[in-house]
């Protein structure tokens, strides 16, 4: 069930539940925006370091 079906209830499981999700989605969504964000840092610093 979704939220624009026409059956769903708000009650407190799917509240709890939809909370939950978005919780977890928002905590690796920043994650995932914090590595992506440090890697294009990192690849436009102009240096003369190479760690091969």
Do not use: Q, R
């Amino acid at each position: 069930m979704f939220p624009f079906v026409f059956e769903w209830v708000w009650d407190m499981p799917h509240m709890v539940f939809m909370g939950a999700l978005w919780y977890a989605l928002s905590i690796i969504g920043l994650g995932m925006t914090y590595c992506i964000v440090k890697s294009v840092i990192d690849v436009s610093k102009k240096e003369t370091d190479n760690h091969h």
